[in-house]
T-cell receptor
Framework: DSGVTQTPKHLITATGQRVTLRCSPR?????VYWYQQSLDQGLQFLIQ???????AKGNILERFSAQQFPDLHSELNLSSLELGDSALYFC?????????FGSGTRLTVV | DQQVKQNSPSLSVQEGRISILNCDYT??????FLWYKKYPAEGPTFLIS?????DKNEDGRFTVFLNKSAKHLSLHIVPSQPGDSAVYFC?????????????FGEGTQLTVNP
């Protein structure tokens, strides 16, 4: 157990739907990062939050949004889902340095 | 624009031999480099890192080499064990302070055969 908790572990949904992925960082970690791993692709950075504020944005689609709440947990919202959004979504947290990853949410869009 | 590239999608070695995984980067502002290992159904886990002020860092069976002029780093695993079979990701950042985002390569699937 890395200390970073992601729920749900698996999600199957239809095209056009909206889903929310949740991440609880390690205790004390202020930064939360979201990454997407599609088939045969590396980890693509989506977005970073630090202590509730958006810190950096990567290749995140406009259909996707995220937020970090006062208790530091984060949610990634994916809407108008397309088949190509099927991927593993990882959350990571850090405090001083070094990412700790959660085990990911596997999203399948059918 | 792929700033961190791992050109070998897969590598197969015999148990007890050396595994060498390679990584190239293009962003000259990167000054901190890491390797992560990923087993199926798990998130990536940190393996070893190196700052740009060094050219080598060793931790047990794992050694990372950095060639700044070539913008190239490599991970050596000696001796390789079947339990090392996993996907290895190279990552880089501008600075090692809190909040530095990591840019990852595509990963290399290492298979160590008994």
């Amino acid at each position: 157990d890395s200390g970073v908790t992601q729920t749900p572990k698996h999600l199957i949904t239809a095209t056009g739907q909206r889903v929310t992925l949740r991440c609880s960082p390690r205790s004390g970690d202020l930064s939360v990062y979201w990454y997407q791993q599609s088939l045969d692709q590396g980890l693509q950075f989506l977005i970073q939050y630090y202590n509730g504020e958006e810190r950096a944005k990567g290749n995140i689609l406009e259909r996707f949004s995220a937020q970090q709440f006062p208790d530091l947990h984060s949610e990634l919202n994916l809407s108008s889902l397309e088949l190509g959004d099927s991927a593993l979504y990882f959350c990571a947290s850090s405090v001083n340095y070094g990412y700790t990853f959660g085990s990911g949410t596997r999203l399948t869009v059918v | 624009d792929q700033q961190v590239k791992q050109n070998s999608p897969s590598l197969s070695v015999q148990e007890g031999r050396i595994s060498i995984l390679n990584c190239d980067y293009t962003n000259s502002m990167f000054d901190y480099f890491l390797w992560y290992k990923k087993y199926p159904a798990e998130g990536p886990t940190f393996l070893i890192s190196i700052s740009s002020i060094k050219d080598k860092n060793e931790d047990g069976r794992f050694t990372v080499f950095l060639n700044k002029s070539a913008k190239h780093l490599s991970l050596h695993i000696v001796p390789s064990q079947p339990g090392d079979s996993a996907v290895y990701f190279c990552a880089a950042s501008e600075g090692e302070t809190s909040g530095s985002r990591l840019t990852f390569g595509e990963g290399t699937q290492l298979t160590v055969n008994p």
